[in-house]
């Protein structure tokens, strides 16, 4: 407990300290500003909502982060730094959390932002009456009756937040969380305007209703054509904002996109799969990767109705030893991903990924070692191990899809038989354990090993696989109160590579074109937790 | 019939066309006697630099080059042709005999069966294909012969409506009202005098659907039915090399590209062929 | 006429009603429902959020629900996706797009396709004949997903003439792309069943016999060949005009064009009940009235055809 305590002053110390740098504004010494400071950027699909409390779409999030300002944003790094509070404290046992809020923060129709915009927003995310799709956020948190208040068995004030004054606002847990304070940049949690919202119901959000408190407003909104922030001259820390305008762009097709990058139309765009070496010579300073926090793997059905096969560790792990992960993520995908040993990707902070033997071998080694463990298990020439691989369409999937069942076929004579699946049908099947061998993948909800490792606890809705591990459900339930989290991650780990219910591929790599004249691209936020007010353009 | 045969074979397009095709089939069937990479096969080597190890050339045995993936597109564009060449032929087949008996039975008979018949093809054109699609695919599973069913229930509907206006139009016409009065049964006069005068229509417009439905594939492939990989079609490589365009491997777009325009061609003009052979000229 | 007009009409009620009900039920028989996500939502959730959209309520409830809503507040409900907006929206801001570029590209594709087919079939075996008909097979040849990146690269990437997709309130320079690769492959199979149409009308006995006579052969064209020439295109022309006044999925995509073609299939994707069957109805009662008014079309092309 005293470890945690002081993980968490150490937070708050480097938050203050980020706060001091930042007074001074975000633009090096030297830059000379272009004068047309608009962002525009290509999004795959239109958002599904600028409701803090409903938006569910990574799209969206990125328009309500810069719409709206919660108790706390990420720096460059994904370090906390203080946004609507000025800091927090926390109670010896971990429980009660108590945010201080700044006196200078307005919504943009010059109200105070207060605490009890807090608590109306956060009650209001746990609301049954709204049904948002986010309120296992809620959940997850640990607030106070937030379960009962979701399963509506009580009413949304039992919710365990609180406005002291204006100035504070208190949330207590049900049991104490590592990374709560991380969770206050999340979207979930951010302020609602409660007067407003009661004034036009549904139609609040739209551009001509809506009233934000972040650094922009809404100006414009064209579905699946074009969405348009500009500045919000109320801002508390509007003289520090340097992007004037936010354009984001609905293009589906990524070559189109691509096309309209180079054609000046975009500050930036997603790199199609295999492209980025090509686009690295010839765009050096424009074409970047980076590490995300999202991985990239193929599940065993070890259900009841999976096959038989997979329910021998030697089958599973000669398929994964035969995965030659440099040729994925060199040649197929191409963007700079790192290759995966682990579930959880190496960038999530505090993980330490174990010393397993697979990551040290040579892909040489690897190869014999997996025909060893398939002749062990019985298959070979004249008993070929044989089954179905599923995943969803699309065209990145398939290429990794293809390259692996080839992989498998020619070093370890494995019949493939490939099946792509429309989204929808493709979970339902997946969800079912309609499947044998099925791609996977997930994206950090925080950034904690526990977000990915919780996948394969065997309680855990999303364990599509159904590995049951009482052993690894055991170390995560231990991991939840302990001050020692990551040597127990990193022993879960362990336990994945010895029992192989997946096999990891890769880890995304945010593989962008981003126009040169961008500047202050939180290229090691590795939530790509981006805010607009700390952009900038340089003169070119 | 001899005479229509006579009539086609004096048609040179028509002939040359049929030529094509034949030769089409015949590099389906032959062409991968001289293939060095089979359909599926990657070569690890090719996938280091697509743009510079992936060009057409025949030293690499990838005489077509390959695709972004390092697949021989020889092999791939074999494998594609034939199957889009039966895809298009047999949906097609099954749209001119379903819309044409259904066109036919509401445009002679008219009355309550037209209404009927026509407002079921009104409330078939107005469902979302994506769900017909999904819910075959779960309910026969992928197959080829689901792939074609899917193909078969959308393709006859516009053709039906062609049919049927065509038919308004002949059942008129003094030679069909002579033959009534001359006591010619319902159905011998659709078969003697209807279906014959429908013919030239029917024909080009099913020469129309093979091209659609070589499309139509790729759309029911992507929701899960049908062709799946390693196994391609025209209209998904087609697609694929649409997408890369622009990155210096043309060469992915352009092999497919030429097989479709070819069998494209092949169609208009064998169409057009047949539509002049068949002509009954007794109106 | 009227009266057969006023009866199709009335069968349109009943057709429309089928249609809704046959999706209603193959919507909800697809596996998978608006909120199937990779991240399966806890139980008490997802019960929450079926309450609120009556998805808690058995099936014929909720279809007697929806079809009362419209009937009453002509409300077809909210968006299971776009939380922000509801089905009324969408087709508000949608169909105006679609409609606009989709009526521009079926006059586009008539008008030029209707001209080579007509223009080939008098010049048959000519040079003029194998100048459209290259034009049509070409048209026919190069299918939109084909068209839509060819004109970005071209207009947008290389020459820097045309915006490369987005509508901005319909002004030309977006509307120039979109409809070019909407046209195109319509253009081609328009041209197609014209001149075949022509020419077997140009060989029939009433036109020989009109020959015989004397007319002069513009006359001939004009005053005798070309309605029934027109007879088999008008039904090809029917459904190819629901489809593009509905929206062409591929537009939307390629062009950022914000049309209803997109939504459409997007929905059926996603499960997002509502809007589907909004779309659906839309689409559904477009098909009734322009396969009507094709059929009375007919009448007046063949003053023969009597229903």
């Known amino acids: 407990m005293k470890r945690s305590n002081k993980i968490i002053l150490s937070v708050l110390f480097n938050a203050l300290l980020a706060s001091t740098t930042l007074a001074d504004g975000h633009i090096p010494a030297g830059v000379t500003l272009a004068d047309d400071q608009t962002f525009t950027y290509r999004v795959l699909d239109e958002h599904s909502s600028v409701d803090p409390q409903v938006v569910e779409d990574v799209t969206g999030a990125e328009v309500v982060r810069d719409l709206f300002e919660g108790l706390m944003n990420q720096d460059a790094d994904g370090n906390l730094v203080p946004g609507v509070a000025t800091g927090y404290e926390v109670n010896e046992n971990n429980t009660v959390y108590t945010f201080t809020l700044r006196d200078n923060a307005k919504w943009s129709n010059g109200d105070q932002v207060t605490a009890n915009d807090f608590v109306f927003g956060w009650q209001r995310a746990a609301d049954p009456e709204l049904a948002s799709p986010y309120q296992w956020f809620v959940e997850l948190m640990s607030i106070e009756n937030a379960g009962a208040v979701i399963k509506g068995e009580k009413p949304t004030d039992a919710l365990g937040v609180r406005a002291v004054d204006d100035l504070t606002f208190e949330v207590t847990l049900s049991a104490p969380l590592p990374y709560f304070p991380q969770m206050t940049t999340h979207s979930t949690t951010f302020p609602a305007p409660g007067s407003i919202i009661e004034k036009y119901g549904n139609e609040w959000t739209k551009p001509e209703n809506i009233v934000s408190n972040g650094a922009y407003i809404l100006t414009e909104h064209l579905p699946d054509e074009r969405s348009v922030r500009e500045r919000n001259p109320m801002y508390w820390d509007n003289k520090n904002t340097t992007i004037d305008k936010v354009i984001a762009l609905v293009i589906n097709d990524e070559n189109v996109a691509l096309t309209r990058f180079l054609a000046g139309e975009l500050d930036r765009t997603e790199v199609p799969a295999g492209q980025f070496p090509r686009l690295k010579k010839e765009h050096p300073d424009t074409a970047i990767s980076f590490p995300r926090l999202c991985n990239y793997y193929y599940t065993f059905n070890l259900s009841d109705s999976g096959p038989e096969a997979f329910k021998d560790v030697r089958v599973r792990k000669a398929l994964a030893l035969a995965v030659d992960r440099k040729i994925i993520t060199e040649n197929v995908m191409a963007g700079g991903q790192p290759e995966a040993y682990t579930f959880t990707p190496a960038a999530v902070a505090g993980f330490t990924p174990p010393d397993t033997d697979m990551a040290k071998m040579s892909q040489a080694d690897r190869d014999a070692m997996a025909r060893e463990l398939l002749a062990e298990a019985g298959y070979g020439a004249d008993k070929p191990l044989s089954f179905d691989m599923m995943y969803n369409t699309s065209e990145a999937h398939k290429k990794v899809a293809v390259a692996l069942s080839q992989m498998w076929k020619q070093k370890l004579g494995v019949k493939v038989n490939l099946a792509n699946m429309e989204w929808k049908v493709f979970l339902e099947t997946r969800g079912n354990q309609d499947f044998q061998l099925a791609r996977g993948a997930w994206c950090g909800d925080y950034n904690e090993a526990s977000t990915f490792l919780d996948l394969l606890d065997s309680e855990s809705g999303y364990n599509d696989g159904k590995f049951n591990s009482p052993e690894l459900d055991g170390l995560l339930e231990k991991a939840k109160a302990s001050a020692n989290a990551s040597e127990l991650y990193t022993q879960v780990e362990e336990i994945i590579a010895a029992e192989m219910p997946v096999i990891p591929v890769y880890h995304y790599a945010g593989v962008y074109m981003m126009d040169s004249d961008v500047g202050n691209w939180p290229v090691n936020n590795v939530e790509q937790n981006w805010y607009s007010k700390n952009l900038y353009k340089v003169a070119q | ?283 | 006429m009227l009266s057969y007009t006023i009866r199709r009409l009335l069968i349109a009620i009943p057709t429309i009603l089928i249609l809704v009900v046959a999706c209603f039920f193959l919507m909800h028989a697809a596996p998978g429902g608006p909120f199937t996500s990779e991240r399966p939502l806890p139980p008490e959730v997802l019960a929450n959020i079926e309450a609120r959209y009556g998805l808690d309520q058995p099936l014929w409830k909720q279809l007697w629900d929806y079809l009362s809503n419209i009937v009453l507040h002509f409300d077809f409900g909210p968006s299971f996706v776009f939380k922000d907006r509801d089905v009324n929206d969408i087709i508000s801001q949608g169909f105006p797009i679609s409609l606009t570029y989709g009526f521009l590209s079926f006059l586009v594709a008539t008008i030029v396709g209707v001209t080579l087919g007509v223009v080939a079939a008098i010049r048959h075996n000519t040079w003029i004949d194998y100048i459209a008909v290259s034009l049509g097979i070409a048209a026919q040849a190069l299918p939109n997903f084909i068209m839509g990146p060819i004109l970005i690269l071209t207009f947008t990437l290389w020459l820097g003439w045309l915006p490369g997709g987005g509508w901005n309130g319909g002004q030309w320079q977006y509307l120039v792309m979109p409809v070019i690769a909407l046209s195109t492959s319509y253009m081609g199979s328009i041209s197609r069943i014209t001149r075949s149409s022509m020419l077997e009308v140009l060989n029939s006995n009433f036109i020989r016999t009109a020959r015989a006579k004397g007319l002069p052969e513009r006359k001939i064209i004009w005053r005798h060949a070309m309605k029934p020439t027109l007879l088999p295109v008008i039904s090809y022309l029917g459904p190819v005009f629901v489809y593009v006044l509905t929206g062409s999925v591929f537009v939307d995509i390629y062009f950022s064009t914000g049309g209803l073609g997109k939504s459409y299939v997007n929905s059926a994707l996603t499960r997002d009940y509502a809007v589907l069957l909004g779309v659906t109805i839309l689409y559904g009662t477009l098909t009734v009235v322009v396969n009507l008014i094709t059929d009375l079309a007919y009448a007046w092309f063949d003053p023969k055809i009597r229903y």
């Open chain 2, 1 to 283: 019939m001899r005479d229509a045969r006579d009539r086609f074979f004096r048609n040179k397009a028509a002939i040359v066309c049929m030529v094509i095709l034949a030769l089409i089939i015949l590099f389906v069937l032959l062409g991968p006697q001289f293939a060095k990479w089979n359909n599926e096969e990657i070569d690890w080597a090719a996938l280091g630099d697509i743009a510079v190890l992936g060009v057409p050339s025949i030293e690499s045995g990838h005489y077509f080059g390959t695709d972004p993936l390092g697949r021989d597109i020889y092999s791939r564009t074999i494998q594609a042709t034939g199957t889009s060449l039966m895809v298009g032929l047999i949906g097609t087949a099954m749209a001119m005999i379903v819309g044409t008996l259904w066109g036919v039975l509401a445009g002679y008979f008219g009355g309550r069966l037209d209404s009927i018949l026509m407002r079921i093809v009104d409330i078939l054109l107005a469902i979302p294909l994506t769900l017909v699609v999904i819910l075959i695919l779960v309910v026969a599973g992928r197959s080829f012969v689901t792939l074609f069913i899917a193909l078969g229930a959308v393709s006859w509907l516009t053709m039906s409506r062609i049919v049927r206006a065509q038919t308004l139009a002949l059942k008129n016409r003094e030679f069909i009202e002579a033959a009534r009065a001359g006591g010619v049964s319902e159905v011998m006069i659709i078969f003697r005098h209807i279906l014959p005068n429908l013919m030239g229509v029917v024909i080009v417009y099913a020469s129309l659907l093979v091209p659609e439905m070589i499309f139509a594939e790729s759309l029911i492939s992507f929701l899960g039915l049908g062709i799946s990989e390693p196994y391609t079609s025209l209209g998904a490589l087609i697609s694929e090399g649409a997408g890369t365009m622009a990155y210096g491997t043309l060469w992915q777009l352009a092999f497919p590209l030429f097989f479709y325009i070819a069998i494209v061609i092949t169609m208009f003009f064998i169409g057009d062929g047949l539509r002049d052979a068949l002509d009954p000229k007794d109106r």
